[in-house]
């Protein structure tokens, strides 16, 4: 069984255009645990995630996984912030992560109706998935990624422009996805779902990583004046 | 005006009394057309799909070519198509000329640009789109390439009814080409670009409203095969 965890990340950057967008960082990161990004804007939360995920472009340091990076890159899903879909039914979109690996269609539309089930969307599984709400597309981007039961699921933003109880009906799903085995890397700008749902916390500032620990330590006892001026809702550059 | 109406008159007669000469014409004009149409189809949708998903050195260079080549001559081509074809050229040996073959190659030849640089248009806009998607996913090019063909192919329909629209009105290289052969290479533009030369006005105009006919015939043929209307916004 491949082992992911421990990561561990060493001087890493990424920019573009000549501009920094996060780095150096150095981190270590173990298995089984949420770990939530939190920062103000622009402090480099998503771009830490592609980095992480291998989306971006590392331009420094080192992103070492417990295996292969080729190999970790294969049990990883990213949801996005703003969930792309696909323009086919919500099976369909469901399903797509399986059939690109290579799994036959039969067993790829039955994990996928199993997954659209789960997330509460079985009623409109024949339904174009660009004409659902907010709400069902981010369930659906959730299944998803889901659907190929990644040991590691990148998260930017998942419940961001939702309402309460979309917000719950998706913490529900990424606490399920925790509890089956699943790390979550998560970024948010809600400290409430951030202490619902973390483990550990890194506090992101200017691009660096300031802060971080477990998610108890941080909320209760933050280090720095940055961090506990952040959790008051101050405004920290 | 006397004309026009002759040749309405005229067109409706021959429609409905299915003149044989007529209907070999109409015939072969589809078949050119429709063979040409999938050929280039083949051909133009993977290559704008590549153009859209894969970066290269002289991938700016060859979109410009390919739009450039959107308003390629006719008679150049066919005159290019000749030389080729003729005995004394490189394809010579196949003995194509004055052969609805020949045609063919010519209209794959005007209608591939086309085709390509609006179904690029499409596939680009949608692989800015899908990026971080299919990136994230780990998706090999190839699969790229076919999930963008699959997912814009309503899109991918316009681009090619826009192909077939240029290949059925086209008469410039497939006169050099076919030759206008009676019973042998003459479609429904050669026959009326002949008509004309010989005066008779409304047998032409009769001619061009049966043209006119089976593209629109056509095109709604196709939308409605695929449904475009029926399924909102794809």
């Known amino acids: 069984m491949t082992e992911l965890f421990p990561l561990k990340v060493r ?15 150095d981190l ?29 472009r590392l331009h420094r340091g080192t992103i070492t996984w417990a295996c292969p990076t080729d190999e970790a890159r294969h049990h990883q899903s990213f949801v996005f912030q703003r969930p792309v879909m696909l323009r086919r039914s919500v099976l369909d979109n469901i399903a797509y992560p399986l059939l ?14 199993d997954w659209a089930g789960r997330v509460g969307l079985t009623e409109m599984l024949r339904r174009p998935a660009t004409v659902l709400s907010g709400g069902e597309q ?16 990148f998260l930017d933003e998942p419940c961001a422009a939702l309402d309460g109880r979309a917000m719950r009906e998706i913490e529900a799903i990424l606490t399920d996805a925790k509890t089956a085995g699943t790390k979550l890397i998560m970024t948010t700008h809600d400290m409430g779902q951030a202490r619902r749902l973390a483990d550990e916390v890194v506090f992101l500032l200017g691009g660096l990583v300031h802060e971080t620990g477990p998610a108890t330590t941080f909320f209760d006892h933050p280090e720095t004046p940055e961090a506990r001026a952040f959790l008051n809702g101050d405004i920290v550059e | 005006m006397t004309d026009l109406w002759s040749g309405l008159a005229q067109a409706f007669w021959l429609v409905v009394t299915l003149d044989a000469e007529l209907v070999e014409i109409s015939a072969r004009s589809l078949q050119v057309s429709l063979t040409a149409l999938v050929i280039a189809s083949l051909i133009a949708m993977p290559l704008a799909a590549l153009l859209a998903v894969r970066r290269f050195r002289w991938r700016r260079g060859v979109i410009a070519i390919l739009n450039a080549l959107m308003g390629l001559p006719p008679v150049v081509v066919g005159l290019v198509v000749y030389v080729m074809l003729s005995r004394s050229g490189p394809l010579g040996v196949l003995g194509l000329l004055f052969t609805p073959a020949a045609m063919i190659i010519a ?17 680009r806009d949608l692989w800015q789109e899908y990026h971080d998607l299919l990136i994230s996913m780990n998706v090999s090019q190839w699969q790229k390439m076919k999930t963008l063909l699959w997912d814009a192919r309503r899109a991918l329909l316009t681009a090619s009814l826009a192909g077939f629209g240029r290949a059925i009105g086209e008469v410039g290289a497939i006169m050099i080409v076919g030759g206008n052969i009676d019973h042998a290479t003459r479609v429904l533009t050669t026959a009326i670009a002949l008509e004309t030369g010989k005066g008779d006005f ?4 009769a001619l061009g409203f049966v043209l006119i006919g089976l593209a629109i015939a056509v ?6 095969l695929s449904r475009t209307e029926r399924e909102g916004r794809w």
Do not use: E, F, Y
């Not at chain 2, 209209?107 to 596939?123: E, G």
């Not at chain 2, 095109?219 to 409605?224: C, F, P, Q, S, Y």
């Open chain 2, 107 to 123: 209209q794959i030849i005007i209608v591939v640009p086309l085709i390509a640089s609006i179904a690029h248009q499409s596939l």
């Open chain 1, 138 to 153: 981010q369930k659906l981007a959730l299944a998803r990624a889901l659907v190929t039961r990644p040991k590691v699921l």
């Open chain 2, 219 to 224: 095109n709604l043929a196709i939308h409605w």
């Open chain 1, 100 to 113: 690109v690996h290579g799994v036959k269609k039969p067993a790829a539309l039955d994990a996928a109706r």
């Open chain 2, 202 to 205: 409304a047998l032409a105009l």
């Open chain 1, 11 to 25: 001087g890493a950057a990424t920019a573009r255009r000549g501009k920094m967008l996060v780095g150096p960082v």
């Open chain 1, 28 to 56: 270590d990161l173990c298995g089984q645990k949420a770990c939530v990004v939190i920062g103000p804007n622009g402090s480099g939360k998503t771009s830490l995630l592609r980095l992480l995920h291998g989306a971006a």
